[in-house]
């Protein structure tokens, strides 16, 4: 009986070890060294390249075109690079912004897009 209670402590500790670890999760997990071409374009190739193109609206972010068009964002300095917090591109991404422009329109995309934006950013928002 005191044998298998101790067992069962045991197995109980190893949960709870486990779940420790799982609290690290509650926010995306954002990887560094994000890649423009590898992470960011599939991004804003899905979300935002089908109203952001010649046809539509500018700025163009469609693949091939879209680099050229965030080093605008960056003259006009709507991206900071290595400072994502205080660029209004992760405001309107957030939905934040003080002019009210929301992108993608119809609502933020999902969290773990937009951390992997601002950690891009933050790491220079480089073409890379
Ligand atoms: C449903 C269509 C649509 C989608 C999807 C969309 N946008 Fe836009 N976006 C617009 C329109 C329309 C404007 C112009 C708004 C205005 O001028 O008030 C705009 C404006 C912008 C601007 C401002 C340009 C400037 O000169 O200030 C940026 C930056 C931008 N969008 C980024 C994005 C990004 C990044 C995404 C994807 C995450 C995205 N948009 C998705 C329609 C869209």
């Not at 423009?36 to 089908?50: G, H, K, R, V, Y």
């Not at 300095?77 to 939905?95: Q, T």
Request: a negative charge.
């Amino acid at each position: 009986m005191k044998i298998s209670n101790q067992i069962f402590t045991g197995i109980i500790a190893c949960f709870v070890l486990v779940a420790c670890d799982n609290d690290k999760f509650p926010e995306p997990a954002v990887k560094d060294n994000v890649s423009f071409e590898l992470d960011i374009q599939p991004i804003l190739t899905e979300n935002c390249a089908t109203c952001h193109n010649p046809t539509e609206v500018d700025p163009d972010f469609r693949e091939g075109f879209a680099y050229e068009s965030i080093e605008e964002l960056i003259d006009e300095g709507d991206v900071i690079p290595g400072n994502a917090e205080g660029s209004e591109l992760v405001e309107m991404l957030e939905g934040v912004s003080a002019d009210g422009n929301t992108m993608p329109p119809a609502g933020p995309m999902k969290t773990l897009n937009i951390g992997l934006i601002r950690k891009w950013i933050d790491e220079g928002a480089k073409n890379n």
